[in-house]
C-alpha cells in the first residue's frame, strides 16, 4: 500500500500527457463535447502543497494495524534542460515525491524516489503535451501508450516507459468516512487494462457515500485502488482493490493533520515510524512534528506520538524550537493522551538530526522523547540542548530549513 501514493501521483502525470488532451469515452456525456460541465473543479484546488501550511499528516491502515505519516517538506529544482522546475515535495514513509503546480491549468507528479520524470532519458522536458485542469464525475483518462522515462537523479539511470498502461477514473461524492465529513470529494480510481469484476466494500460504499465505478464507466477495466481528496484539503483514504475478485484489500484512513500556518525563519518537520533498539520485540512507533520560528522569535508547532509498545498516543503543542546547523531541539506540553499517568501539561523534549537528502546520505536520526513525571520540565526545556543520544531514524526523515 505505501507504494499506491507515488504510483497514483505518477498516473496523473502520465494521463495528463497524452497527444490531444484527456480521452473522453467515445459514448460519454454530451457536456464532453463542449469541455467541462458548470460543476468542474479544478484539480489543482485538492492538493495543498504550501509547505507552511500542510505540515504533517498521520494515517491509520486498517490492514496492518500501524500508522504512517506523509508530510510536505520542501521544494526541489527539477533541472530539465529545458529549463527547470520547482517541485513540492512530499515525504512518505520512505519515500520522496515530488509535484508540479502552473497555475490552475496543469498539475502534474515530477519526482518519484531518486527519479525525475522526463519525456526522454536525456532530461529533456517534463512531457506537457495536454494538461488535466477541471476534472468532474465521470471523467476517464487513458494515457496508454504515452512514451516517458524515469531519469535517475544522478544521471546513472534511466528507465524507459514506453509500455505505459495506466488509466484513471475520477469520481466526485459527498462522502462520510468514519464521521468525517467531506462535501465534493474526488475520489480518483486507478485502473487495470484487465477484465472488470464489480466491487465488493462489504457496505462500505453505502456508509462513506461513495459510488462505486461501473463496468462502463471504467470501460471493461478492473480497478486495482483508490485514493480520495477532500476539496481544499488534500489526500484523506487511500485504497487497494483486487482486481481478481473486486474485494478491498486494504484502507488507509487520515487520523491527525498538524499543519503550520505562518512563513517562518526556520523550521523543522520530521515524520515516520521506527523500532525501538532498546526494548526487545517492540512494535514499530510513529511519529510526526513540525514546529517553526517566526521572525518576532515565537515558536508554533505541533506533534502526533504513537508508543504501541507502552500504550501511549498523544498530541503535543510544540512551544520551544532550537536550531543549531543540521540538529534541532523541540519541547512542549502534552495536549491529549491516552494514557492516565501522562497527563495534559506534562512537557517532552527531543532532539532531531537531519543529515540531508539522496540516496548516499546516511538516515536522519531521533532522539527518545524525554519527559519527568516526579517534577516536570518548564514548555521551553529545549533551550537546554541537551546532548540527548540519538539513533538512526530506520523508516523515516527529519527536514531543517
Known amino acids: 500500500m505505501k507504494r499506491i501514493i507515488p504510483v497514483l501521483l505518477l498516473a496523473f502525470a502520465l494521463s495528463a500527457c497524452q497527444d490531444g488532451g484527456p480521452t473522453v469515452p467515445a459514448d460519454g456525456p454530451e457536456f464532453a463535447k463542449g469541455g467541462p460541465p458548470p460543476n468542474a473543479h479544478w484539480l489543482s484546488d485538492y492538493f495543498p502543497l504550501n509547505p507552511h501550511r500542510f505540515g504533517i499528516r498521520i494515517y491509520y491502515s486498517y490492514d496492518e494495524e500501524d500508522y504512517f505519516v506523509a508530510a510536505v517538506t520542501g521544494t526541489e529544482t527539477v533541472p530539465y534542460t529545458s529549463g527547470a522546475i520547482e517541485a513540492t515535495t512530499v515525504f512518505v514513509e520512505d519515500e520522496e515525491i515530488g509535484m508540479y503546480v502552473d497555475g490552475r491549468e496543469m498539475w502534474w507528479g515530477v519526482i518519484e524516489g531518486d527519479y525525475y520524470l522526463s519525456e526522454d532519458c536525456d532530461l529533456t522536458a517534463l512531457p506537457t503535451d495536454g494538461g488535466v485542469g477541471k476534472v468532474w464525475d465521470g471523467l476517464y483518462l487513458d494515457a496508454t501508450g504515452m512514451e516517458a522515462s524515469l531519469v535517475k537523479k544522478d544521471g546513472s539511470e534511466c528507465i524507459p516507459l514506453p509500455g505505459n498502461d495506466r488509466l484513471t477514473l475520477f469520481k466526485i461524492d459527498d462522502i462520510d468516512i468514519f464521521g468525517q465529513k467531506h462535501a465534493n470529494?474526488?475520489?480518483?480510481?486507478?485502473?487495470?487494462?484487465?477484465?472488470?469484476?464489480?466491487?465488493?466494500?462489504?457496505?462500505?460504499?453505502?456508509?462513506?457515500?461513495?459510488?462505486?465505478?461501473?463496468?462502463?464507466?471504467?470501460?471493461?477495466?478492473?480497478?486495482?485502488?483508490?485514493?480520495?481528496?477532500?476539496?481544499?484539503?488534500?489526500?484523506?483514504?487511500?485504497?487497494?482493490?483486487?482486481?481478481?475478485?473486486?474485494?478491498?484489500?486494504?484502507?488507509?484512513?487520515?487520523?491527525?493533520?498538524?499543519?503550520?500556518?505562518?512563513?517562518?525563519?526556520?523550521?523543522?518537520?520530521?515524520?515516520?515510524?521506527?523500532?525501538?533498539?532498546?526494548?526487545?520485540?517492540?512494535?514499530?512507533?510513529?511519529?510526526?512534528?513540525?514546529?517553526?520560528?517566526?521572525?518576532?522569535?515565537?515558536?508554533?508547532?505541533?506533534?502526533?506520538?504513537?508508543?504501541?509498545?507502552?500504550?501511549?498516543?498523544?498530541?503535543?503543542?510544540?512551544?520551544?524550537?532550537?536550531?543549531?546547523?543540521?540538529?534541532?531541539?523541540?519541547?512542549?506540553?502534552?495536549?491529549?493522551?491516552?494514557?492516565?499517568?501522562?497527563?495534559?501539561?506534562?512537557?517532552?523534549?527531543?532532539?532531531?538530526?537531519?543529515?540531508?537528502?539522496?540516496?548516499?546520505?546516511?538516515?536522519?536520526?531521533?532522539?527518545?522523547?524525554?519527559?519527568?513525571?516526579?517534577?516536570?520540565?518548564?514548555?521551553?526545556?529545549?533551550?537546554?540542548?541537551?546532548?540527548?543520544?540519538?539513533?538512526?531514524?530506520?523508516?523515516?526523515?527529519?527536514?531543517?530549513?
Request: aromatic share 10%.
Open 185 to 401: 470529494a474526488l475520489v480518483v480510481w486507478s485502473l487495470e487494462p484487465e477484465e472488470y469484476q464489480p466491487l465488493d466494500f462489504e457496505g462500505y460504499e453505502d456508509e462513506w457515500g461513495i459510488t462505486l465505478p461501473t463496468s462502463s464507466e471504467t470501460h471493461g477495466n478492473a480497478v486495482d485502488g483508490f485514493v480520495i481528496f477532500a476539496f481544499n484539503d488534500g489526500l484523506v483514504v487511500l485504497g487497494e482493490t483486487s482486481v481478481d475478485d473486486g474485494d478491498l484489500d486494504e484502507l488507509e484512513v487520515l487520523v491527525s493533520k498538524v499543519p503550520t500556518v505562518t512563513v517562518p525563519v526556520r523550521w523543522v518537520s520530521g515524520g515516520g515510524s521506527v523500532v525501538r533498539e532498546d526494548i526487545e520485540g517492540s512494535p514499530r512507533e510513529t511519529y510526526g512534528f513540525a514546529a517553526q520560528i517566526s521572525v518576532d522569535g515565537s515558536v508554533k508547532g505541533q506533534a502526533e506520538i504513537h508508543f504501541p509498545s507502552s500504550g501511549l498516543n498523544m498530541h503535543i503543542d510544540i512551544q520551544c524550537l532550537v536550531v543549531e546547523g543540521n540538529e534541532a531541539w523541540l519541547s512542549g506540553p502534552v495536549t491529549r493522551s491516552d494514557r492516565p499517568d501522562v497527563d495534559p501539561g506534562t512537557v517532552f523534549v527531543w532532539r532531531v538530526q537531519d543529515n540531508g537528502q539522496g540516496q548516499d546520505a546516511p538516515p536522519d536520526r531521533v532522539s527518545n522523547f524525554f519527559y519527568r513525571p516526579w517534577d516536570n520540565y518548564p514548555p521551553d526545556r529545549c533551550q537546554r540542548q541537551t546532548d540527548f543520544p540519538t539513533f538512526p531514524w530506520d523508516n523515516g526523515s527529519v527536514r531543517i530549513h
